[in-house]
């Protein structure tokens, strides 16, 4: 009963945060120099990382599709078929979790040794709002990053899959890129940066949480990173499955 009741207190104190980020985003003065500190920080420690995790996905796409349009005699729909996995799903889920893994613990260590350091206690007393002063930048920045990394891993995992597909499966390079249109449409890129805008958020709200009640010293704030990230990934892919059950629901398929 403890446990539900803690869970409950932590879920209700979370959800508190949101609301207060959410309620201080529109206030002034916004914090921009912080804005873009976090956001080329945590553009440094995920681009290449993102970069390089998105090239084996899309081969990894472009081979499970290849052998399966192959096997229906659909060949020439491998390009189509790969580019909706990875702009629709792989796309945002990889941008997430890397974003997540490195921008969000980063972001939850930082706030937790400000905690322990009883940094964001001075702050309360001297009457400066740590969410609007610490949390919202790094909010807003991380979406704005997620956002952008997200067209940066659709780039690159869809040429991924396309050399995988032309130079190891013998695919015809035409008739890849002629189907990139036969199944994909906008509302599928926009829908992943919507996916990648809010999985960003989560990230960092969560993260921001965490950090902002962090105890018990180092110690407490390593723990405290471990939980974000894990956290977050669960999130992640329940948004995910929500965000994709209501756009099937939403936005007529192609045929």
């Not at 201080?24 to 912080?34: G, N």
């Not at 980063?106 to 400066?128: F, N, P, Q, T």
């Not at 989560?202 to 965490?210: F, H, P, Q, R, T």
Request: with cysteine; charged share 10%.
């Amino acid at each position: 009963m403890t446990v539900v009741t803690n869970g409950l207190k932590q879920a209700g104190s979370f959800f508190g945060l949101v609301v207060d980020v959410a309620k201080a985003v529109p206030k002034r003065p916004f914090q921009l120099k912080e804005f873009i500190q976090q956001a080329w920080f945590v553009a440094s420690v995920t681009i290449v990382p993102t970069a390089l995790v998105s090239i084996p996905f899309g081969a990894v796409i472009a081979l499970q599709l290849g052998t399966l349009t192959r096997q229906l005699g659909a060949q020439s729909f491998t390009g189509a078929a790969s580019v909706l996995a990875v702009v629709r799903e792989a796309s945002p889920l990889v941008t997430a979790l890397l974003v997540a893994g490195a921008g969000g613990s980063a972001i939850c260590a930082d706030l937790g040794s400000r905690k322990i350091r009883e940094e964001i206690d001075a702050m309360e007393v001297l009457g400066i709002s740590p969410i609007q002063r610490l949390v919202v930048p790094r909010v807003l920045a991380t979406m704005l990053v997620a956002a952008l990394l997200n067209g940066l891993v659709s780039v690159v995992g869809v040429a991924g899959g396309y050399v995988f597909n032309v130079m190891v499966q013998g695919g015809t390079p035409g008739a890849y890129l002629a189907s990139f249109t036969a199944l994909a449409q906008i509302a599928d890129l926009v829908t992943s940066e919507i996916k990648a805008l809010l999985f960003g958020a989560i990230a960092a709200l969560v993260a921001s949480y965490k950090g902002l009640t962090a105890g018990g010293g180092p110690k407490g704030v390593g723990d405290a990173v471990n939980q974000a990230v894990v956290i977050t990934f669960m999130f992640l892919f329940v948004v995910n499955f929500v965000i994709s059950a209501v756009y099937f629901q939403v936005v007529p398929q192609k045929i």
